[in-house]
């Protein structure tokens, strides 16, 4: 997953951890079961990196300018 790499590459820039194979794989699952992509991506990717609501949007900018 191209959002997964881009996420990734932000460790230690902009988060003190990147999202994990298993965060990559828990959004699947949510997409999978039918939850809107980008909601299932903010819950399953997003949320779990940061509490700044600040950095919580920039992450989600990335996410449309990557997935739409």
Do not use: F, H, W
Not at 17 to 34: D, F, K, N
């Amino acid at each position: 997953m191209r959002l997964a790499g881009k996420l990734r590459g932000l460790k230690g820039q902009d988060l003190e951890e990147g999202v994990s194979t298993r965060l990559v794989v828990y959004a699947a699952t949510l997409i999978q079961g039918g939850m809107d992509m980008n909601r299932a991506i903010r819950a399953a990717m997003i949320e779990p990196l940061t509490d700044d609501p600040d950095t919580r949007q920039g992450l989600m900018d990335l996410v449309v300018a990557v997935v739409g």
